[in-house]
């Protein structure tokens, strides 16, 4: 069996699956933190095992393998769970437990479903993946966590973790459905009838001779259909079909297995064939005010014309869009409040195209003038000739550094200086401006989350806001959507006013994470003295420009 083969299950033969195994085994030897992402039954779970049987083959020195499902959890559950905690520490804490992270020391902690965990607990976890820390709940002595490698496995979107556990995480592994790996049918379909059948003794005695007709009967039906719930749900499909056809003659059980696999012709639609757009449900994308690409959104529009008055399921729009950019229960919602699709069956599970286009979103407009107010550079300065020397050094410092710091006492100008930096740049550069006022980072991350908000990127709503604990880590949350925006932006600078206004560690630790993080950014700061409080580390260059008192 080649190294790149998983140690039990089927022998992979699509081509793809051979490199993502091969992958997988590299990590596995360096002991690389990573995030599987795949539609539900693409085999995630099986991945996951693999690298730890590859991590023990490479290192002597191991600790066992843990898995926790992230689903349906609380925060308090989850970090301890995760965590441990301390006798009395909640209701029903009758002794000290130990956490995942403890028990797993030298080993692998596979998070199944990883994008669940409360955004507060995803925070607390990001510690324990960098700098390697950790507190059971109810205590206050951190302990090591570095000796554990993470795994994380969604079949939702990456948008669903904080950007910097994603970062952390580091490497993301995207694991194809079944029908991304046509080459791994056959052997799937072999190996499910034969465990079934090997496990299993109340069939009658011809089942067990047929094994190999069975297996050449089904890949052909199987090839044909498509499977949203992927290798879980032909599985158990499998089973249910054996279990139904089940008969002393061979003949008539062969008969009944093709009998009950086609049902599923009507559960499962296979979308691909030609049919003619609807003109309805066209313009209803057209006058959709939403941030989706042009891509997807002529995909549902294909999508819902072929299925017309058919219903279909949350898991078939898994299959169908492999998680392009948000969730499909995301693009769900949005559909439903666009009055595009609507609930249908008894446990509003299903959905289907609303066929009267009466009801048609209202495009939302939101104040231009509004918008603008946010960063815009105040355009009433009237330059002076006497700070042009000033003007041009700070500029030249600019090509030289990552950010600048104009200190000067009150009233010398820095403000001034800064300003008119920012308006002889504006020909070369996009220039944003905020003036810190005594709420200090608090207002300036508020406003950020609601420029970004207001260009499309609506995740943001979603942010645990302003909790004392929180202000770094929703800085850090942001620095994916800061460098998707600004990355698009002319060298873009941002004059941050009065940084003396500062005083709190909170504020200092997001000020960090900011120039950590932000890196489409570069800033120019003005307030009384750079401090050594200021000076953020490694990496980081911050070049003080004194201004003179004035006279």
Known sequence: ?????????????????KRIYNQIRKYAVHGQNCLLLGPTGSGKEFIAQYYYDEFVKSHSKHGIYLKYNCVATTSEMARSEMFGHKKGSYTGAMNDRKGLFEEAKNGVLFLDEIGHLPKDVQALLLRAIDPGEATRLGENKHYNTQDVIIIGATDSSPDDLLPQLLFRLGQVVEIPGLDQRPGDIPGAVSFFVNSFLSNDRNFHEVVYQLKHKIVDLLIPLVEKRNWPGNFRDLNNFIRAALINANDPNAEKFLSNLNKYFSLIENEYKTIGKTVPINPDIKAAFDNLDITWKQEEKDKWVQILSELGSKPFMRRDIDNLFSFESRTAQDRIKKLLEANIIENFGNRNDRYKAVQSRLKVQKEIHIDEKVKEKLFKLPD????????EEEIKDVIDFLGKTDHIFLSGEPQSGKTTLALLTGKSLLKDR?????????????????????FLIDKGYTQLEELPFFKPF?????AAAMSGYIDHYFSKKKNPIFILDNLHKLKSREDLNTLQIMLKYWNPLKF???GDKLSNELIFGEGIRIVEFSIADPK
């Not at 069996?1 to 699956?17: A, C, H, L």
């Not at 996009?430 to 609601?450: A, T």
């Not at 929180?470 to 929703?474: A, S, T």
């Open 470 to 474: 929180m202000l770094d880590i929703d």
């Open 430 to 450: 996009d220039v944003y401006y905020h003036e810190l006022q005594e709420l200090g980072m608090k207002s300036f991350i508020k406003q950020m989350i609601q």
């Open 524 to 526: 120019i700061f003005t």
């Open 380 to 387: 009433t300065l009237i330059p002076s000739d006497d700070r």
């Open 1 to 17: 069996m080649n190294s790149n083969q998983p140690t039990k299950g089927f022998i992979i033969k699509d081509p793809k699956m």
